[in-house]
């Protein structure tokens, strides 16, 4: 632009209204090469205007530089609208697809179709010409209910015949005009049965897990075990065929609720209908039958599922659940069955929100698999609180879900009665006696607390309160000892800063005395983050009586996680400098809780730095702390294969 001839101080603004006067920015109209429209500067250069002093100033409005480009444009043409909006509609289809199953009856054909004949009917179908007329008008989610309301589908949930060749598998209906018509093998007929009360209700569409996989195909069969939960859960009914049930008492007992696969068909879906065995339904009524209160009774009495968990279970493990919750679930999956041990595993994938192989043929180390996963997910430790035999392959992990049966003895925390508050005001008896040494170092701990546990080269690294065992021997004095009829053996343990603690094992250990040679023993605790006392209790206690510290200082956070923090078993003038952020209340709070029982594991050392096992029990091993005791042993962390 060519620059301005200033001589007077309101030249500028002269200039400007010079110009809105001369009506200097004429525009032309461009079109574009895509068919819209850009309105551009008109490129005219304006006659220079005189201002009141008569100097000559050039109009700003010459254009020099490359003409702008507005942002607005032409709508499309209604043939590019037409087929930006059937893009999206294929979209929103393909996403229905890729969330239901692979294949589906049809139940007003009979005829079992694929994803590309599922596809081919919905363009047929009436739903799809409705929104194909007006596809300039629809909306994305005009378009999702219509592909939704074609796709409702009704999933299937039964006991498999014991002879499994009685099931109707892919092999027999693939390339079947009409299942309708098919007489063998003789399970087909619950399978029409299903078929048809599914038509009744308005489904078309319909699915059964005996003949809608190919399970000769490794991949689709791979597919299928991981997303069956979703499948399920996204199911618009699921249809449970009882066919040992012809009553109340029945139903209790039915064979339905003691297999594995069985849970998720339970838990997963929003809406159930049960049928007896003719066929009719288990209520008269067309609503939720897990929401019926006396169904929902007898379920829960029958599964240990409470009703919350029935109709509202969330999958996956999130910040919030209860501190139990791995237990709990495994716990309903302990006294079920599968034909395949590695289903027992499989079947928990969706309930524990995790995805891994499925590889048949590797037996019970697919449970072990599980356990890893559901570890990676949470800090849960009641997924440690098992009794009975470990697995083989690593001992920290139980090795059947029976392990987990006794879910209602509750988890580590519950074995605690009291709040951090009340054990503070339990523990005034023994606060003066807690040396100032155990203050610095439960200050450390409380400053910069361990990570969690974690598994590397094989071996799971757990941080842990260790007790040594000094004396380990059998109750009945039997020489050699022997296992009793049952298959246990009693032993009575003794270790430092623990009372005489009794353990029921299927193991014949070798007998200690004092506390020397190999193999070597340990009582162990867990290290849990719920054992530090919340931020909250600890300024209650502050206000109330005081940090107890002797400076007169509250403490607004107690808890602060230096990275430089020394970790010697001697503070440096810094860290100790670090700890005055921690009150003697919260100190108080923590020991306290550290003198009450607690669930321990029994670990063995079988060679001088070798790794611990663990042993497992029949019953959980229940620790308290000796009488009078208050020595703070800190943290270690120990490897354990």
Not at 244 to 270: H, Y
Not at 345 to 367: D, K, L, Q, S, T
Not at 464 to 473: P, W
């Amino acid at each position: 632009m060519a620059p301005f001839s200033i001589s007077s101080s309101n030249v500028l603004s002269n200039a400007f209204h010079t110009t809105l006067r001369s009506g200097s920015h004429r525009n032309t109209i461009t079109t574009c090469s895509d068919g819209s429209v850009d309105h551009l500067s008109s490129g005219v250069t304006e006659p220079s205007a005189t201002d009141s002093d008569g100097i000559r100033v050039q109009s700003p409005s010459v254009v020099t530089s490359p003409p702008y480009t507005s942002s607005y444009r032409q709508p499309l043409s209604d043939k590019a609208r037409t087929k930006k909006q059937m893009e999206l509609f294929d979209s929103v289809i393909d996403r229905k697809l890729s969330t239901i199953p692979v294949r589906l009856i049809d139940t007003s054909s009979g005829k079992l179709c694929g994803t590309g004949e599922l596809c081919a009917h919905f363009k047929e179908s009436r739903n799809y010409k409705e929104v194909e007329t007006k596809i300039l008008r629809a909306n994305e989610k005009e378009m999702k209910v219509a592909v939704d309301a074609f796709f409702e589908c009704a999933m299937f949930s039964h006991r498999w015949s014991t002879t499994v060749e009685d099931e109707p598998t892919y092999d027999h209906i693939k390339g079947k005009e009409n299942i309708y018509d098919l007489k063998s093998p003789p399970g087909i007929e619950k399978l029409q049965q299903f078929c048809k009360v599914a038509k009744e209700n308005q489904f078309r569409w319909a699915w059964s897990d005996t003949c809608c996989i190919d399970k000769s195909n490794n991949v689709e069969l791979q597919e299928s075990i991981i997303s069956m939960f979703s499948w399920y859960r996204l199911s618009s009914v699921t249809i449970v065929h009882l066919s040992d049930v012809i009553d109340e008492e029945s139903f209790r007992n039915s064979v339905w609720f003691t297999r594995g696969w069985t849970l998720q068909e339970l838990i997963a879906p929003r809406l159930v209908w049960f049928y007896k065995k003719d066929w009719t339904p288990y209520i008269d009524s067309k609503q939720n039958h897990k929401n019926d209160p006396h169904v929902i009774e007898i379920i829960s009495e029958i599964t240990s599922i409470g009703a919350t968990d029935l109709n509202e279970f969330v999958p996956g493990l999130h910040v919030g659940s209860d501190e139990s919750e791995v237990k709990k679930r495994m716990s309903w999956l302990a006294s079920r069955k599968t034909a395949k041990v590695e289903d027992m595993a499989y079947c928990m994938m969706g309930i524990f929100g995790v995805h891994m192989p499925v590889m048949y043929g590797e037996r019970e180390n697919a449970f072990v698999r599980l356990q890893k996963e559901v570890m990676n997910l949470t800090d849960d430790l009641s997924l440690f609180d098992w009794v009975g035999k470990p697995s083989e392959l690593h001992s920290y992990f139980a090795s059947h879900p029976s392990c987990f049966a006794n879910h209602r003895a509750g988890s580590e925390s519950s074995l605690s009665k009291l709040s951090h508050p009340q054990l503070l005001q339990a523990s005034k008896a023994f606060a003066s006696a807690i040396g100032s040494t155990v203050v610095m170092n439960i200050k450390k701990l409380l400053l910069d607390p361990p990570h969690g546990h974690f598994i590397a080269n094989g071996k799971m690294n757990m941080p842990l309160f260790v007790h040594e065992v000094m004396k380990l021997e059998p109750v009945d004095a039997t020489d050699p000892p022997t296992l009793n009829d049952d298959g246990f053996i009693d032993y009575l343990v003794k270790a430092e800063g623990l009372g005489e603690v009794k353990i029921t094992t299927h193991q014949l250990l070798p007998t200690m005395k004092n506390g020397e040679g190999l193999p070597c023993y340990r009582l162990v605790r867990t290290w849990d983050f719920n054992l530090i006392p919340s931020e909250d209790a600890v300024k209650k206690a502050d206000e109330a009586i005081g940090s107890g510290d002797g400076d007169g200082e509250r403490h607004e956070k107690f808890i602060y996680t230096p990275q430089w923090l020394d970790r010697s078993d001697v503070l440096s003038p810094m860290a100790t400098a670090v700890t005055t952020a921690v009150s003697r209340n919260a100190v108080i709070m923590f020991m306290s809780r550290l003198r009450e029982p607690f669930v321990a594991q029994l670990l063995i050392q079988r060679r001088h730095g070798g790794s611990y096992e663990r042993v497992g029990t029949r019953e959980r091993l229940i620790a308290a702390p000796s009488s009078g005791s208050i020595t703070f042993r800190g943290i270690k962390i120990l490897s354990v294969r």
